[in-house]
Structures are given as C-alpha cells and as structure tokens.
C-alpha cells in the first residue's frame, strides 16, 4: 500500500504546526482514530520540534514502552510489561517486541537496531500481541518507523545543524539532510544522510585491584585507561530511496540504508566508585555496522491491492569489554584455595602466576532476509480481507573471545593461545507463516474482524563453547593429564572435554569408559578447537534444533455509535518461538505464548479540537521464557511460570489555537502467578524458588506519563515558539529473582523534562533547547558483568543535562 505523504511546501509557506496522522498499522492507508487498536503515532513534525534523533529519545513518548540497555544497539525492547529480564544475548530468546523499517522487520537477536531518525513520516507504536499481521517477534506489540517517500511533485530538500554541551561531559552535535529530486514524471530519488556525535559523560577514574594470593598476589592498576568523558558515540550513514511508477497502479521502490556507530568506553557507572565514574582496566570500545536493501512493489489485479516486500539486512558488530570485575568475584569465590591463581592455573607458558584480569573480545554477523506478499481487497466494500505469506531467515555467526594477556598455551583454548574461554558458534531461526484478517460490517456501526496466523518455526544451533584441554593434572583425582580429558577450570562438563568424537561419544565420556582417545570429529564453526554444540547423527555432527508450529488468532469488534466515537473490544494472541541453549548440555526452551483481552476506545471531540484515546487489558503469559546468567556467567534460557498482567493507557491532544498539548500514561501491573523456580520443575520443599507467586516482574514501571506543551504565535513574517516536555516513570524491578533484584537494586523513579524556545521563518528555523533541564539522573537499567555472584552493580544513566543550538534550512 502507498504511505501517506506529507503535502510538499513551497519556499514561501511555513511547514504546518501539526500533523494529520495516517496509518498503516493494519496494512491499508487509514486515520488513527479508526484503527480499533491500542497505538500511538508520532508524525514528521512532532519528531523534528522534539528533536528526536534516536531510539532512547522517542520511547520517552511511548508509555506501554520500557527497554533494557547496556550501551547504544544493545537493547531490549519491551512493551505492556511483557518482561522477564535478562533478554538480550545474541544467543539469547527472540526478541518479544517487532520492529519494522516501512514494510520490512528488522528485528534481530542481540539488540534492537538503533535507526537514526530523520525524515521520517511517523513511528507508529502498536501495543498488544500483533501476531496474526506481525508474526513471531510481535508477540507483546510492534514499533514501526515509516520513513517519508520520494514524491514527483517536485524537488525540495532540507539541511539541519545542531551542536550541544553536556554536564559532566564533553561537547557533540550533529548534522542532517535531505534532497527529493524527480527524475522524470514517474520516477524520483529521495537520499538522507546524516553525522551524529554524543559527548561522552562518564569518567574512568584511576584505581587499583589486589588478586590472591596474600601475600605473594598480584595489584594491578588502570592508569593507562584513566580518562574523562570517555563514552562518546559517533553515528554517520544515510538512506536512499528511487520510487518509480511503472504505470497508473504498479510502483517499484527499492531503498538502501547503511548504518555505523563507533562508540567509546562504558555509558554505566559504578555509584560504588561515584557519580557517573567508574575504574576500568582494558580499554572499551563497540563498532556496529549496518547495511538494508529493500525492495517494495505495490500495484493492483483488478481491484485488490497487491503488494511484495522484501528485504536483505547485513549487521556486524564488534565490541572490547573490561571483564576485571569477573575476575575479581570469582578470585574471591576461590580465596579458599588461593584464588585464581590456585584454582584456574593462570600461569604463563614459564610456569608464572599472571594477572588474571579478563578482556572480552566478541563479534557478531547477523544477516536477515525476509519476504511478504499479501493482497487486500477494496476498503469501501463490506466484507473485505487482507492475507498473505511471509518467510524470513535470520542467521548470526557468534565470536567471543574471553582473553588474559599472556595466559600460557597448557591453560588456553587449544589452537587459540591466551583465550580462557571461547564461544564460537552458528545460529539459524526461520520462519514460515501464512495469514489473513477479515472484516464484516454487521451494520454500517458495527464491524466484526477475525484474523489468524499459522506458523512453522525452525530453530537451530551448532559450535563450541567453553575451556581448552590443557591442565597439569585432573583436579577430581590427581591423574595426570595424559589420562585426564579435564580442562584448565576444573570442569569437566564444557570446553574440549565435552567434544565429540569420530564414534559419536564425548571426549569426557571416553574417559570415564576407560578408553580416552584424542580422535575428535573437526570443528564445525571455524574457528573453535572442536565441536560440542551438535547433534552425533551417522558420523556426522548437525546442529540441534527446536521446529514448533501452531496458530495465533485476533478477534475484534468496533462500534461506532457517531462520526468522532469508536469503541472497540480485542481478544488476541502472539508468540514467542523456542530455541537451543548456547550451553549445550541445558536443554531447549520452548514457545511462549501471551493471551490478550482488552477493551478500548478512540474519540475525537469538539470538532477536532480535543482527541482522547484509551484501552483497558488483561493479558495472560503462559511459560515464559526467563533468561539468566548461570554458571561461569553463561546465560541460560529455561521457561518459567505463567503470568498475569493488568493495565490501561491512555492518550490526549488538545489543540486550542496556538496552543497545542499532549498527553500520554499508563500503569501496568504484572506479576508472576506461580513460583519461579531455578529448574522448571519445582522441587516442592520452596528451597530453589527465585521468585514466589506475586512477584512483580521486572524493568516496567507501575507508572508512566509524558506530556509536551508547544505555543506557537506569528512573529512577522515566521513564527515564534515555545514547547516543553516532562516525563515521569515511577522504579522497577531490575530482574525477576528476589535475591539477584535486592543485589542489584530497584531501577529508581524519576522525572525529566526538556524544554525549548525557537523561531521558524518560510525556509529557516533557528532554536535554543535544553533537554533533562534538572540533570535527573534517570535510571535505564542496572547490570553486572558476574551472574554468579553479587558484585558492583552498575547503572545506566539517562544523559546529563544537555544544552543546544539548532538550525535549519529549507529549500
């Protein structure tokens, strides 16, 4: 279907204070306030007076909204309170929230792509299971970001400037622009590009660690990587779009969007060192390229609407983590042995103690291609449907390289010296789908819809993960290790030991039969020693899979008693597929699946002027997925208890002459409505519970409201403005396990606002804005690098206070 266009302005007109929202949440051009579906909108216009550039910047806007994230691309999105924590690896569940760049999902495993936003048309926010139009990774709502399209109307184009100051930190800025230009009277090219950098505001402050043994240990130091303002970010890239109009029904638009971010340090800190500081020992760093080709056809057989969207997306990410705080929990979780010194052998290849402060080095490839075809017949007739198939493949070849300096070859990974523990590993999810949603006028009022989708999944993994084969000895007996296939940790369960051989047995499984052997089957996945992480089938190793199919469903009726009233009741569901544990030796995990009731309504009153919108739900999450980090760190994913959430949203607009006021909350209650326990079975006597029946689950807010305020007034031949925002989101949990959520301790409430005085003229606009004016320092989430242990919790800020100047230009 065609997106709505905003109407293209002449030099000598003023671009319109407001935008009339159209939509395409349910796959056809419609208002807002016809959609009998819980969704927010934010036009071209409000995004541009907000200053709204990135992924942090319009969930503030968004209520069902809240996310987890430890630096720019790694995060988790959430909506209505479907959360357990934990989301996140790159080998962790599917993501429950669905992202789409116009007509094609870029969701990916491992962190929500962080698309920088300029000349967008509008971010619609659809909360609610969306599984039957949306699919598998929609299973608690879908954010789409529909951008504006080449228009042959004629050219314009618009260039933006902002530079900025932030407290505690440095200086950034950004610069954006865009060209339409019609190549003919049915082709045009429409190119953005863009540079961001975000001043950096946490400091690594020097510092030392003492590892065992004592005396006789090793301190170190961090002087090398002492640094202020370290966190800065750099984004640049651009998109392009050719839109051709083959005849009067058939168009072709096929868009390119190229994404890279460079960022620096760590953007948490540890309040134990202080205030936006914390003491590093490695250097931090993170580069996140993206690449998208699309290509949507739309067009017309007979009278159906026919439209095509497919999509190849190419994502590699490498990042360098300081893991000291690793290696200083777990020194002290041996200190009865001497630390890790005595347990781990970290020794170089002379037989010296060494540091043993860790550095992790990790890169992903994630690749996604994805294809849709629907049809929809005529929206004016009175039974009308839209149905259609989609296929997607997404794929991720996993490194992490988890380093000591100088570690010896008889203690590292075989063929990689100075890795103490390496993940190398392949991971492939696809799925199948076909759908459909029909709609019936029973009168010209009442409107019942019924909509279904039947999906295959087929979920797989294969590769290595774990510690070499290289002690002295066998720390359960004493044999040498000539005998022993036991690796450098004292675990027999991971690493080479758990490799397979060429008779289909473990190499540890060898050894306990009496007859070790070093024949081990190659490895999978270049790049790792052997394989571990696989399925032994007739001489050869495959990978494990999880396949599931089944069917979701949404059932809605709409009333409308009179022209600006619409009310509407839903009963829907959405999943979440299965999958395959990285950790081989923990069995898979199977499909969620959340059940949604919800009553809603859309009203538009005193002749446009006033717009109230609302919805009432109930939503039953059945075996929830729940991620951890288990032993040595290493996330485990297992399904949990059923859960109960309850809540309302609302939205509000009023528009009274130059004054125009938003509003936008919701409260959501979710708790969990069985024991959570450390296995999926419960062993009754409540000694491995993690969370009781009741437990609020975590990162949502009970509470959260914004509002913005803008006024406008004629200035001569401009117009003069003032706007403002405040946000408030009241604390959270920070994981679902009682005794992990009290280490970490609560995401705490707080309340920001922004605020903004400017001038636009025909072709101009100047502005002077400062945003998080009181210096809040609004908590995202909190984290630590050790699962095992309860060790300097770090939080992540909101950004300081931040003061600008921007301008712009039309032409």
């Not at 009278?303 to 690793?326: E, M």
């Not at 084969?469 to 004493?478: I, Q």
């Not at 690493?495 to 999978?524: E, H, K, Q």
Request: proline share 5%; aromatic share 10%; hydrophobic share 35%.
């Amino acid at each position: 279907m065609a997106q709505a266009q905003d109407t293209p302005k002449t030099s000598a007109e003023l671009p319109p204070d407001q935008d009339e929202i159209v939509v395409t949440a349910q796959k056809r051009d419609e208002s807002i306030q016809s959609v009998p579906i819980s969704m927010l909108a934010i036009g071209t216009r409000k995004l541009d007076q907000l200053n709204i550039s990135n992924f942090n910047e319009y969930t503030q806007l968004l209520p069902s909204v809240a996310f987890q994230t430890s630096q720019p691309g790694l995060t988790t999105v959430y909506m209505r309170g479907v959360a357990s924590g934990g989301d996140g690896n790159h080998s962790g569940s599917l993501p429950s929230v669905g992202s789409y760049l116009d007509e094609q999902p870029v969701t990916t495993i491992g962190g929500t792509l962080d698309i920088h936003i300029y000349d967008i048309a509008r971010i619609e926010s659809l909360a609610g299971p969306q599984g039957t139009l949306y699919g598998a990774s929609s299973q608690a709502g879908t954010i789409r970001i529909i951008t504006n399209k080449p228009d042959t109307s004629g050219f314009e184009g618009r260039v933006d400037v902002e530079a900025n100051t932030v407290a505690h930190g440095g200086q950034g800025g950004k610069i954006e622009g865009m060209i339409n230009a019609p190549l003919s009277g049915s082709a045009a090219l429409r190119v953005v590009g863009f540079y961001q950098r975000d001043a950096g505001y946490i400091d690594n402050v020097p510092g030392t660690r003492s590892f065992l043994p004592t005396p006789g240990g090793i301190t170190v130091k961090n002087d090398a990587f002492v640094e202020d303002d370290y966190n800065d970010t750099e984004t640049w890239g651009g998109r392009a779009a050719l839109k051709v109009d083959l005849d009067d029904v058939w168009t072709v638009t096929p868009t390119v969007l190229y994404q890279e971010m460079r960022g620096h340090g760590t953007y948490a800190f540890d309040p134990r060192v202080g205030d936006l500081k914390v003491q590093h020992f490695y250097p931090e760093n993170r580069r996140d390229r993206f690449i998208q080709g699309a290509l949507t056809i739309e067009g017309k057989i007979g009278n159906w609407d026919l439209t095509y969207a497919g999509a190849y997306l190419d994502r590699k990410a490498y990042s360098a983590t300081d893991y000291t705080d690793y290696s200083e929990a777990y020194d002290n979780l041996y200190a009865s042995v001497g630390g890790l010194a005595g347990y781990f052998y970290y020794q170089d290849n002379a037989g010296n103690t060494i540091d043993p402060r860790q550095w992790v080095i990790g890169t992903d490839h994630f690749k996604k291609t994805s294809q849709e075809l629907r049809v929809a017949s005529p929206s004016s007739d009175r039974f009308r449907i839209v149905a259609g198939m989609f296929y997607q493949r997404q794929s991720n070849l996993i490194h992490q390289d988890y380093k000591i300096p100088g570690l010896g070859t008889a203690v590292s990974v075989n063929g990689s010296p100075g890795t103490l523990w390496l993940t190398q590993q392949h991971r492939v999810d696809k799925d199948y789908a076909m759908f459909g949603e029909a709609s019936f006028d029973i009168s010209p009022k009442l409107t019942f819809t019924a909509g279904a989708r039947v999906y295959i999944y087929d979920n797989s993994l294969i590769g290595f993960f774990g510690f070499g084969r290289n002690p002295g000895v066998d720390p359960a007996d004493g044999r040498p290790y000539s005998a022993s296939p036991f690796n450098a940790a004292g675990s027999s369960r991971t690493g080479v030991a758990s490799c397979f051989m060429a008779d289909g047995r473990t190499l540890r499984d060898a050894y306990i039969d009496g007859s070790p052997t070093n024949t081990l089957l190659p490895a999978a996945v270049a790049g790792g020693p052997c394989t571990n992480l696989a399925t032994y089938a007739s001489g050869k190793l495959i990978p494990k899979k999880t396949i599931d199919q089944g069917v979701t469903y949404r059932f809605n009726l709409t009333w409308k008693p009179t022209d600006g009233l619409l009310f509407y009741a839903v009963a829907s569901s959405g999943f979440r597929p299965g999958g395959i544990n990285r950790r081989g030796d923990v069995a898979p995990y199977s499909t969620d699946t959340l059940y949604n009731y919800e009553l809603g309504w859309k009203t538009t009153l005193a002749d446009g002027k006033l717009r109230f919108n609302g919805a009432l739900y109930q939503q039953n999450w059945k075996s929830f997925q729940f991620s951890f980090l288990g032993p040595n760190s290493f996330t485990i994913i297992q399904n949990g208890p059923d859960a109960r959430i309850r809540g309302a949203e609302m939205d509000a607009n009023l528009t009274l002459g130059g004054l125009n006021l938003t509003v936008a909350g919701s409260y959501t209650d979710a708790k969990t409505r069985e024991d959570l326990c450390a296995t999926q079975i419960c062993i009754g006597d409540g000694s491995d519970v993690l969370a009781p029946s009741g437990t609020r689950l975590p990162i949502t807010p009970r509470f959260k409201i914004s509002s913005t305020a803008r006024y406008s007034v004629p200035l001569g031949a401009g117009r003069g403005y003032v706007q403002g925002l405040v946000a408030h989101q009241s604390s959270a949990s920070s994981d679902i396990r009682v005794a992990k959520a009290a280490a970490l301790g609560r995401i705490e409430s707080y309340t920001t606002g922004n605020l903004a005085f400017g001038f636009e003229l025909a072709r101009y606009n100047f502005e002077l804005f400062a945003q998080n004016i009181w210096d809040e320092r609004g908590q995202i989430s909190r984290f630590q690098q050790c699962g095992a242990c309860d060790q300097r919790p770090y939080i992540v800020p909101i950004t300081p206070r931040t003061i600008g100047i921007r301008a712009g230009a039309r032409f």
